[in-house]
């Protein structure tokens, strides 16, 4: 058991699974990557976009915001 | 074998599993279709992207520590809002806790012979093309990049021969809302209207699972709406396979004759859990019967098998490799004899749930030891405590 570790790429299960179809556990490979790509999603002024990563968690109090978007991660779309 | 859907859960595991019990223990099996949010201590808080005013720890931790017992065999995928570290752990699909299953970034089990597939995540075209290269701790960027759905996985998803029973998705395949009542959805998500319309709302990546797995049934949450639709799979003598809206439009009909088989998928959104909310699904399967089990599926271990290497390497800036050819989408389809090795070779096709490892000491023991060492932050593996200490 590791404590507070916020990871385990060792996860017994996902070890067992790739030792048993005899591939390797690419999460232990350690390659961490960079930056994603950024640029291309471009959202006109005022349009609300419903592909976003941030869907309403709203309690029903909460009505309908839709604030404009400039930023697609920051968007709440509000519920009934 | 009786089988409860539901669409968001947003860590309201109490909340659902006390509907279940009201029904009298009448079902067997509960599938969820994303946002689960298995957060186990404060830490995976910080994997977890959300607004601030919904960062709550929930009662997850409490099944994870042996404290309570889902009360009912649980199937998940992920969400977007997600403990991602956690489930990186496990990307094949492992046991979260006791009696509950992630079904992992992509795959395929069994219950009862039922046969339910699923894709974690929502789609981002910023990062369809790019490995898995999102590692914790987590930057702002990439805790939620890490659930954006990859094309290796609808790839390999899509060598799936044989048919599906169930498919899980967190949001909605493109276009999905012409099958089904479009104005109601519509009076109801009236924000919606303008994505319909221009077909941008929804993932072009369940679409083209929708149209190559076409299962039986499809459910989906995301958009926390109940919302039915069927969806009915023409095949044309010239072999090439669409879809046709249930809402009759003369000019997107196939000829009758052109009509060789239809395969029908019924797909039901569903709402997140609160009161007097759409959250909750039942339906009965008959045929199958529910043994209390979990089975790993033979064609889907193939494919796991044969595209294992199109899972490595990667630097996170570049596209997957070539080696997946959309000319030849059935590049990675297992071929019989290697289905039948695996039948032969595999001791055992049952996950067991004794295979549940706990790699994390949950909440309050974790709270407890973070105060006790204060010079450990959150951000710091024990393994990384050792090597300082």
Sequence with gaps: MTGAMIVDHNNPQTVAFCNMLGISNFLSLGHQGGQAQQGGHVQQPGHVAVNTDEIPLDDEEDVVPVAPAANADEIELGDD | MKVAIEGCLHGELDAVYSALGRLGGAVDLLLCCGDFQS????????????????????????YYCGRKRAPVLTIFIGGNHEASNYLLELFHGGWVCENIYFLGFAGVVNVGGLRIGGLSGIYDHKHYYLPH?????????????????????????SQLSSKLDVFLSHDWPT??????????LLQRKAFLRREVHDHSLGSPAAAQLLATLKPKYWFAAHLHVKFPAIVTHTTTNSGTSTSSTSQSDPSTQQPQQEKAAADITRFLALDKCLPRRDYLQLLD???????????HDLE?????????FLLEGGDGRRRQPSAIDQSD???????????EYLRE??????????????TAVGYPDWNRQAHSAPTCTKIITNNCCIYLY
Excluded at chain 2, 133 to 156: A, G, I, L
Excluded at chain 2, 285 to 295: E, L, M, N
Excluded at chain 2, 300 to 308: F, G, N
Excluded at chain 2, 329 to 339: D, E, K, N, R
Aim: charged fraction near 25%; charge should be negative; hydrophobic fraction near 40%.
């Design chain 2, 39 to 62: 957060l186990r201590n404060d830490a995976d808080l910080d994997a977890m992207a959300v607004p601030q005013k919904y960062r709550a720890l929930g009662c997850f931790w409490e």
């Design chain 2, 133 to 157: 290269y999102e590692r914790p701790p987590f930057s702002e960027d990439t805790k939620r990049s890490v659930y954006h759905v990859r094309e290796v996985d609808v790839v390999r998803l």
């Design chain 2, 175 to 184: 276009d999905i809302a012409f099958y089904g009542e479009t104005e109601r």
């Design chain 2, 285 to 295: 399967f008959p045929d199958h019967v529910f043994d209390g089990t979990i089975q």
């Design chain 2, 300 to 308: 889907w271990l193939a494919i796991v098998q044969k595209t294992a």
């Design chain 2, 329 to 339: 989408p059935s590049l990675f389809v297992p071929t019989p004899a290697h289905i």
């Design chain 2, 345 to 358: 070779t595999l001791p055992s096709l049952e996950i067991p749930a004794a295979n549940f490892v706990a």
